[in-house]
């Protein structure tokens, strides 16, 4: 393995450097470095990577688009950024074709790939961020519909012995924004591909967030991505023009009794039935609670939608923790309810964040 003690940018493929800045692999855009930082085009390259640091006995960090990240430090040990590229597909009988694509592939390309093609199945996850081997990690899902119901199968790399094999995804536990690569996986394996099946015939989903509303013309695949485009090019901010990692808090999930409790005091409380219990739509109840469009030091909360926190001026993310906290504290104090962290931290912090006293504007 070659290692560079360059402090310069560019970056090269397959090359282990130092001194790189993780400011362009996050979309908070905050300015953090990596101990030892490399770029991997190729399954054979990835393999070597993940040796070297064993060998080095190195923590190993996977980074897809950044887009679901909140780093609060340096990292130590090797980020790994994954670029693997490739898509092919084949027919399979019943009107189903599968789709395989290697992990660092663009997700909103492979998405207009399928539509493309008049594959039916992703168009409602159009223009989620990202790579597509993050995509199984937290289960995306947008518009009524969880990647999950499209993954046949995710191939991953065990990342101490470097075996390379195909997990099915009945076996991913995936759930609300969740999986296994999330949790008792998270150090185990680096998702290196994923198999999709898709429909030849529609099968539309278009009963939530006004989907139906907002298609023009016939009822096509073209029109549903379209529409899925338009409506989220309105809501959320584009991580290139202003930074922020989509919906910064999940939905609260709470059972019937706390939903009536809320529904009482709260009648115009936005929820939806999830199995037994209700989703909770953490936009409203941040909204509710005043926070839409205020600011603190140099992040805030979007204007247009409160469930996403932005980034205007901040190279460290210890105002944005703060923030958190006041939000956090905020909607606790008025609903009873507990807000969850949407996106992952690097590294975990064990410290509480430093809140400076400032005011909310
Ligand atoms: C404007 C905006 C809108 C968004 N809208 C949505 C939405 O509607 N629905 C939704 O679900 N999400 C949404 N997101 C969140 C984000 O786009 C998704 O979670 C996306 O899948 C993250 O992909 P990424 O490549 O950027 O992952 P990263 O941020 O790079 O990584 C996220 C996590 O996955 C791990 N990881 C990444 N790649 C791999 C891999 N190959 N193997 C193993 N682990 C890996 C990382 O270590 C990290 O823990 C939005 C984000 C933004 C900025």
Redesign the pocket.
């Known amino acids: 393995m070659t290692r560079s003690l360059s402090t310069t940018q560019p970056v090269r493929p397959g090359v282990v450097q130092q001194g790189i800045s993780l400011l362009a692999?996050?979309?908070f855009r905050f300015h953090y470095q990596a101990e030892y930082f490399a770029l991997a085009e190729t399954l054979e390259s990835l393999k070597e990577l993940l040796a070297w640091a064993n060998h080095q006995q190195l923590e190993v960090?996977?980074?897809?688009?950044?887009?679901?990240?909140l780093i609060s430090a340096d990292i130590r040990g090797l980020v790994i950024i994954?670029q693997?590229s490739g898509i092919k597909s084949r027919e399979l009988g019943n009107n189903r074709v599968s789709l395989t694509v290697a992990?660092?592939e663009n997700?909103h390309h492979v998405v207009e790939h399928a539509v493309n093609q008049g594959w039916f199945g992703i168009e409602n996850?159009a223009?989620?961020?990202?790579?597509?081997?993050?995509?199984p990690?937290?289960?995306?899902?947008?518009y009524g519909v969880?990647?999950k119901d499209a993954i046949a199968r995710v191939q991953?790399i065990d990342r101490i012995s470097g075996d390379v094999y195909w997990v099915l995804a009945v076996d991913c536990g995936f759930a609300y924004?969740d999986s296994h690569?999330?949790g008792k996986w998270?150090d185990k394996?680096?998702?290196?591909s994923v198999e999709f099946s898709l429909k030849k015939r529609s099968d539309f989903v278009l009963s939530y967030g006004g989907l139906a509303n907002q298609i023009t013309g016939d009822l096509s695949l073209l029109n549903v991505f379209r529409a899925v485009c338009k409506i989220?090019s309105e809501k959320?901010?584009?991580?290139n023009e202003l930074a922020?990692?989509?919906?910064f808090f999940k939905n609260p999930i709470v059972d019937p009794a706390k939903h009536d409790e809320l529904k009482a005091a709260f009648p115009n409380l936005v929820s939806f039935p999830f199995g037994d219990d209700y989703k909770l739509a953490a936009g409203w109840l941040i909204d509710q609670a005043g926070w839409k469009g205020k600011k603190y030091q140099g992040v805030g909360v979007y204007e247009k939608q409160a469930l996403?926190l932005v980034n205007y001026s901040e190279e460290s993310a210890q105002a944005l923790l703060a923030l958190e906290a006041k939000i956090k504290a905020s909607v606790f104090e008025r609903y009873g309810v507990e807000l969850e962290r949407?996106?992952?931290q690097?590294p975990l912090l064990t410290t509480n964040p430093i809140d400076h006293g400032e005011s909310i504007s």
């Open positions: 692999y996050n979309t960090t996977i980074i897809g688009g950044g887009s679901n990240l994954n693997l992990a660092g997700w996850l223009l989620i961020p990202g790579t597509t081997g993050a995509a990690v937290q289960n995306i899902g947008a969880e990647v991953v924004r690569f999330k998270k394996y680096c998702i290196t989220r959320l901010p584009d991580p922020n990692s989509g919906s996403v949407e996106p992952v690097l």
